[in-house]
């Protein structure tokens, strides 16, 4: 059965820590995105790769934010330093490239949620 | 930038009853999906809409594009229980393949 490897699947740290999310997307999914997820954003978009190449990441603070795909089976989402506003839950998702004027569909990890105290 | 914008916010049906949600952009989309979010659950793809007018059914559920392709609708007929969720659309910003997500209706039925 298929599917989105994230771990951890909860992390509670001090504020200016390091935080390191992981994902493991489907294998022969070249398309990687990161959401972050809070009541009053909803769904926003930190970061997008194709073929592990970062197409996008303008959704991203870059100050403390990074993303990274070391090889294809690892995509790596970083906050160093962590704040209590960071806390949300973060979800990886990983598609195949659309064909025509179709979209990749995009099959979600279960999400890290993450608490900065 | 693009955004997709939809409504209601949330939804209180009593089972049995139907329920719409309804996303918009200012702009033509290339195309539109949907997923589903279970409380506590990670969002699921449910189907995407391509063609200017096109209208798919799943069961209960029915999928409409707008014949201008800048707005989209999911019915649900005869609310179940495990309908419960937050439903998204979705579409892709800027010509590229980049998701960008409404920011959900939030379903609950009462039994």
């Known amino acids: 059965d298929a599917r989105v490897t994230q771990t951890p699947r909860h992390k509670v740290t001090e504020m200016g820590q390091e935080v390191t999310m992981r994902c493991q997307p489907i294998l022969g999914h070249n398309t990687v995105f990161w959401y972050r997820q809070t009541m009053m954003q909803g769904l926003e978009l930190l970061a997008y790769f194709r073929n592990r190449a970062p197409l996008d990441d303008s959704g991203m603070p870059k100050d403390r934010f990074s993303a990274e795909m070391p090889d294809a089976t690892l995509a790596t989402l970083k906050i160093q330093p962590s704040e209590p506003r960071d806390s949300a839950v973060y979800f990886c998702?990983?598609?195949?490239?659309?064909?025509?004027?179709?979209?990749?569909?995009?099959?979600f990890g279960q999400g890290t949620r993450l608490t900065v105290v | 930038g693009q955004q997709v914008m939809q409504i209601p916010q949330y939804q209180h049906v009593q089972e049995g009853e139907d329920f719409t949600t309804y996303c918009n952009s200012s702009?033509?989309?290339?195309?539109i999906q949907w997923y589903k979010q279970r409380p506590g659950g990670h969002p699921v793809f449910l189907i995407q809409?391509?063609?200017?007018?096109e209208v798919k059914k799943q069961k209960r559920l029915t999928f409409q594009f707008g014949e201008a392709k800048k707005n989209s609708s999911l019915h649900i007929t005869a609310t179940q229980t495990t309908d419960v969720g937050t439903y998204f659309c979705a579409a892709p910003r800027g010509g590229s393949e980049k998701l960008v997500f409404g920011k959900g209706t939030k379903l609950t039925v009462n039994p």
């Open positions: 809409l391509v063609k200017s007018g």
């Open positions: 702009t033509t989309l290339s195309n």
């Open positions: 998702a990983s598609g195949l490239p659309g064909t025509g004027t179709g979209n990749t569909e995009a099959f």
